[in-house]
Nanobody, 117 residues
Framework: VQLQESGPGLVKPSQTLSLTCTVS??????????WSWIRQPPGKGLEWIGA???????YSSPSLKSRTSISRDTSNNQFSLQLSSVTPDDTAVYYC??????????WGKGTQVTVSS
């Protein structure tokens, strides 16, 4: 499974961060797959943001839930992340990943997003 993140590299404070992950090698509706967004702020560890399952059910980290929206476009085999009201603390490398059968089957290369005016 191959994944590729895309979206703006610079977002202004208070705006909404929008990223898309394009998946190849598997359909995002394939049974038992869950498609995740994960980020790594500078100098810190990985933080799980949320996910969308093959069924369309979405999950979010409790700490980010009020600002997170995850959706999908099955016709283009993509899923997306929107994170609203961003601050400089949301600066990170953002990854998308596919989870299947208790393991991560594939990761994107990651995309740097900087929140700055």
């Amino acid at each position: 499974v191959q994944l590729q993140e895309s979206g703006p590299g610079l977002v202004k404070p208070s705006q909404t961060l929008s990223l898309t992950c394009t998946v190849s090698g598997a359909s995002i509706t394939t049974n038992s797959y869950t498609w995740s967004w994960i980020r790594q702020p500078p100098g810190k560890g990985l933080e799980w943001i949320g996910a969308i399952a093959y069924s369309g059910t979405t999950y979010s980290s409790p700490s980010l839930k009020s600002r997170t929206s995850i959706s999908r476009d099955t016709s283009n085999n993509q899923f997306s992340l929107q994170l609203s009201s961003v601050t400089p603390d949301d600066t990170a490398v953002y990854y998308c990943a596919g989870y299947y059968s208790s393991t991560y089957a594939g990761w994107g290369k990651g995309t740097q997003v900087t929140v700055s005016s």
